[in-house]
């Protein structure tokens, strides 16, 4: 069968053909990416063996992909280990091509879930974590400065000659009931300033 109902080409897949292809792309490409269908140290060896034996220090990407079951296939010391040996390999992107959709969709479904067992008591144990979160980076307690909220307020008032009435965090209860920017952040109005000013 040449090709099929689509008119695509049938070919045999697997790692060699993946090899092939990797290594005729290489002069083209900033970085090679193979797809695979497990998590396997074994496979992405080889791969990148094959492919810097012709292109030495070429990068490479790997899809830790959530349509793999993780635990599944391999034990907590090789999960452990898994991205440090693949960076050693020469993988220099690594990436979970879904991590966002898995964390919002399961955080939203335990709040949920939450909401009706306990009420109120479930969002404001999920703004708890929240702040305590605050200390090592999180930012987006304050929903409204996170989303740039700010900065269209700012652009209003100076349009409107710093008498605008419909600015939304003057006044507000974020910017009433939630702790201040720490003092060593920079002012918002000094980030709109050009740089040497």
């Not at 792309?25 to 074994?42: G, R």
């Not at 969002?123 to 980076?137: H, I, K, M, P, T």
């Not at 999180?138 to 349009?159: C, I, M, N, P, S």
Request: one cysteine or more; proline letters at 4%; glycine letters at 8%.
């Amino acid at each position: 069968r040449g090709r099929t109902s689509e008119g695509f080409y049938c070919i045999r897949g697997g790692l060699d053909s993946a090899i092939s292809r990797a290594i005729s792309y290489a002069p083209y490409a900033d970085l090679i990416w193979c797809e695979t269908s497990e998590p396997s140290l074994e496979e992405a060896q080889k791969f990148a063996d094959a492919v810097h034996e012709q292109y030495p220090g070429k990068l490479l990407a790997y899809n830790c992909s959530p349509s793999f079951n993780w635990k599944k296939k391999l034990d907590d010391a090789t999960i452990a280990r898994f991205q440090r040996e693949l960076g050693a390999m020469g993988y220099k992107f690594q990436f979970v091509t879904l991590a966002g959709f898995h964390a919002l969709n399961l955080s939203m479904f335990e709040l949920a879930r939450g909401y009706k067992e306990t009420g109120m008591q479930a969002y404001s144990q999920l703004q708890q974590r929240e702040f305590s979160n605050e200390a090592v980076g999180y930012e987006a307690v304050k929903h409204q400065q996170f989303v740039g909220t700010g900065y269209f307020d700012l652009v209003t008032k100076v349009v409107a000659g710093g008498l605008a009435s419909t600015v939304a965090l003057d006044g507000s209860t974020e910017a009433e009931q939630f702790a201040p920017i720490p003092a060593n952040s920079v002012p918002f109005e000094e980030m709109l300033m050009p740089a040497g000013d």
